[in-house]
């Protein structure tokens, strides 16, 4: 009898113990699909007040004189709204630091994760936090005093502020982003994979070229749309650094303007519901298509790559 009691003991303990971690679960379930939900609505709510303001723009410009328009010049008498030049700067600021960036920042990764001894790699992951936490305005300033008068010798021109420049520091920015991820990526792969490479007869460098790097190139070329979205994006470094001149760059090393650092130096100066104000927004659009699309060639190259790996 007394045995029997304790068994139903035992079991009202264990239900009310399942129940009480059900309820738990439950309520855990709900809070996270309230935040998530949270955060969907807030992001929809900012897309949709972009969309509401920047449109306003076409009731007093065409749309072709915005998208194909040569000249930005917002404050003169005949103001001119076209973003071709602005474009034509984010995307050329945006080409110079993947060209810096994505060799120096693979090939760091391939170094760090297979090369280098564990005491070297520990500090060059020190050194890559560090510069991921120096801020942007700070290397803007060194951008200034330093790189500006590097350039401006180097290839003896009048001025140092230049779409080169701000591809130097912007580069700079993408790094870390850039060789965190491949580490990571080339870390995350399983040891067999180098143990039958060198076993089939490669040698370290071709079980690197041949079996790591391919292996790893989802992560990799995810880490490298990463670093462009953060280029693309980047504000306050080459509003500092390019000369902020709204023209069409015929090169590298003549001034430009970004997207981002017209929304930034402008947006303080302007009528609210003016014109000006809602080509800003209208800037903003075309700047949330670019990095949209993006993301979208990052999406299909990484799903490209997973069914090439099965």
């Given at each position: 009898?007394?045995?029997?009691?304790?068994?139903?003991?035992?079991?009202?303990?264990?239900?009310?113990?399942?129940?009480?971690?059900?309820?738990?679960?439950?309520?855990?379930?709900?809070?996270?699909?309230?935040?998530?939900?949270?955060?969907?609505?807030?992001?929809?709510?900012?897309f949709?007040?972009?969309?509401?303001?920047?449109?306003?723009?076409?009731?007093?410009?065409?749309?072709?004189?915005?998208?194909f328009?040569?000249?930005?010049?917002?404050?003169?008498?005949?103001?001119q709204?076209?973003?071709?030049?602005?474009?034509?700067?984010?995307?050329?600021?945006?080409?110079?630091?993947?060209?810096?960036?994505?060799?120096?920042?693979?090939?760091?990764a391939?170094?760090?994760?297979?090369?280098?001894?564990?005491?070297?790699?520990?500090?060059?992951?020190?050194?890559?936090?560090?510069?991921?936490?120096?801020?942007?305005?700070?290397?803007?300033?060194?951008?200034?005093?330093?790189?500006?008068?590097?350039?401006?010798?180097?290839?003896?021109?009048s001025?140092?502020?230049?779409?080169?420049?701000?591809?130097?520091?912007?580069?700079?920015?993408?790094?870390?982003?850039?060789?965190?991820?491949?580490?990571d990526?080339?870390?995350?792969?399983?040891?067999?994979?180098?143990?039958?490479?060198?076993?089939?007869?490669?040698?370290r460098?071709?079980?690197?070229?041949?079996?790591?790097?391919?292996?790893?190139?989802?992560?990799?070329?995810?880490?490298?749309?990463?670093?462009?979205?953060?280029?693309?994006?980047?504000?306050?470094?080459?509003?500092?650094?390019?000369?902020?001149?709204?023209?069409?760059?015929?090169?590298?090393?003549?001034?430009?303007?970004?997207?981002?650092?017209?929304?930034?130096?402008?947006?303080?100066?302007?009528?609210?519901?003016?014109?000006?104000?809602?080509?800003?927004?209208?800037?903003?659009?075309?700047?949330?298509?670019?990095?949209?699309?993006?993301?979208?060639?990052?999406?299909?190259?990484?799903?490209?790559?997973?069914?090439?790996?099965?």
């Amino acid at each position: 009898m007394a045995d029997t009691t304790m068994e139903i003991k035992k079991k009202r303990k264990s239900l009310n113990k399942n129940m009480k971690n059900s309820m738990g679960e439950f309520v855990i379930e709900k809070v996270i699909f309230v935040l998530g939900m949270t955060s969907i609505a807030i992001i929809a709510l900012i897309f949709l007040f972009l969309f509401r303001t920047g449109i306003r723009l076409f009731d007093d410009i065409a749309l072709k004189d915005f998208l194909f328009g040569e000249f930005w010049f917002p404050i003169s008498v005949n103001s001119q709204y076209g973003i071709l030049p602005l474009v034509a700067g984010s995307v050329m600021v945006t080409l110079g630091a993947v060209f810096i960036s994505v060799p120096l920042g693979i090939g760091s990764a391939i170094f760090i994760a297979e090369v280098a001894p564990p005491k070297t790699k520990t500090v060059l992951k020190v050194i890559i936090e560090f510069l991921s936490a120096i801020p942007s305005v700070v290397l803007g300033f060194l951008g200034i005093v330093i790189l500006s008068s590097w350039v401006r010798v180097t290839f003896n021109i009048s001025s140092g502020f230049t779409i080169l420049t701000g591809s130097i520091l912007v580069s700079f920015m993408a790094l870390p982003t850039i060789i965190s991820i491949s580490d990571d990526a080339l870390n995350a792969l399983p040891k067999e994979y180098r143990e039958a490479s060198l076993a089939l007869g490669a040698t370290r460098w071709e079980t690197i070229l041949y079996a790591l790097v391919p292996a790893a190139s989802s992560g990799i070329i995810a880490a490298v749309m990463l670093g462009i979205g953060r280029a693309v994006g980047e504000t306050m470094t080459v509003m500092m650094v390019t000369g902020n001149a709204a023209q069409i760059p015929g090169s590298f090393l003549v001034s430009g303007r970004t997207m981002t650092a017209t929304i930034a130096a402008e947006m303080g100066d302007t009528v609210r519901n003016g014109t000006h104000y809602h080509a800003l927004f209208a800037v903003g659009i075309v700047l949330l298509a670019m990095t949209s699309f993006i993301n979208l060639i990052a999406d299909f190259v990484l799903s490209r790559a997973k069914k090439e790996g099965r």
